[in-house]
């Protein structure tokens, strides 16, 4: 009897398991969806990414997003263009370390045919003073 509690429970685990790793697939498509195709992702770090070889960084855990926080976000509308700017409080795993970022951004949106896409973000780190 145990061991086929044991097994029922293992079983369990895998199905939450695969479960999970298909409501992430389903996030991970449903955001790809929201980013341009010519996205540039400049980090605080100065590195900029694609949108290829961010969805990558992503995908193979190289960044992990544990939290993400904004504050005095301004929306200003130029046209077929949205610039948004604010403050970002990070929590994330960058390469297995983990890093506590305080940033000042500068993120752009651009409508298309398909609606508003997510096309740049810059970011440096917060002032000290």
Same mark, same amino acid.
């Given at each position: 009897m145990r061991e086929g509690a044991r097994q029922a429970g293992a079983k369990?685990?895998?199905?939450?398991?695969?479960?999970?790793d298909k409501e992430i697939l389903a996030l991970e498509d449903n955001y790809a969806?929201?980013?341009?195709?010519e996205l540039l992702y400049t980090h605080s770090?100065?590195? #900029?990414? &694609?949108?290829?070889? *961010?969805?990558?960084?992503l995908r193979l855990g190289k960044t992990k997003y544990k939290s993400a926080a904004?504050?005095?976000r301004k929306v200003r509308l130029a046209g077929d263009?949205?610039?948004?700017?604010?403050?970002a409080a990070?929590?994330?795993?960058?390469?297995?370390?983990?890093r506590s970022?305080?940033?000042?951004?500068?993120?752009?949106? #651009?409508? &298309?045919?398909?609606? *508003?896409?997510?096309i740049a973000w810059q970011s440096t780190p917060q002032p000290t003073t």
């Open positions: 369990r685990k895998e199905d939450l398991a695969m479960g999970s969806a929201m980013l341009h195709d770090s100065g590195l #900029t990414d &694609t949108k290829a070889t *961010w969805l990558t960084s904004c504050s005095d263009t949205a610039l948004v700017t604010g403050r990070i929590e994330a795993e960058i390469n297995g370390q983990p970022l305080r940033l000042v951004f500068l993120n752009a949106w #651009t409508r &298309t045919p398909k609606g *508003w896409k997510f």
